[in-house]
């Protein structure tokens, strides 16, 4: 049974909810932000390699990327290897969108954490940063105790749906 009932994912999509509606203000959608966080971490894709990675059809990337190259958000330039081709990079703009982002967390996470003393909140904190902390490690371990975890229920026959 899962005693956190899922609550740290359904805090987060809450702040996502409010990032969104923030980046509309921007003319920014989700699918959008997606392509820029890409491309801000991966400088000089291009756009069949953003397809790959984000699992889009090639038509759809297109499109995307000449909008947000129209928003100011994404700059082409040629790419030296094959001229052919054109590599996608983040422009000062959509660098501003990542502290736009992390503001809005943070304003949001700030505002949650009013509800608690200030011995709950240093008690929270703590135990959160050691979740985190636990989640890193396994993830960059390629998950090996949590796949165990979840080839034995399946096995077993008692794997829960989400």
Do not use: C
């Not at 943070?106 to 989640?135: C, H, I, M």
């Amino acid at each position: 049974m899962d005693m956190t009932k899922r609550q740290i994912t359904k805090i987060a999509r809450e702040a996502n909810k409010l990032v969104i509606r923030t980046m509309k203000e921007d003319g920014i959608g989700s699918g959008e932000m997606d392509l820029i966080h890409l491309v801000r971490h991966n400088p000089g894709l291009s756009q069949k390699e953003i397809s790959v990675q984000l699992n889009m059809d090639k038509g759809a990337v297109a499109r995307r990327t000449a909008s947000l190259e129209q928003k100011g958000y994404l700059t082409r330039r040629e790419n030296p290897a094959d001229g052919r081709s054109q590599l996608l990079y983040a422009t000062e703009k959509a660098e501003t969108l990542k502290t736009s982002k992390a503001a809005v967390e943070t304003v949001f996470y700030a505002w949650l954490l009013e509800g608690l003393d200030p011995a709950e909140q240093a008690s929270f904190t703590a135990a959160l940063n050691k979740l985190y902390l636990r989640s890193k490690l396994e993830s960059r371990s390629g998950f090996p105790h949590v796949t165990e975890l979840l080839d034995g229920k399946e096995e077993g026959g008692t794997h829960e749906q989400a």
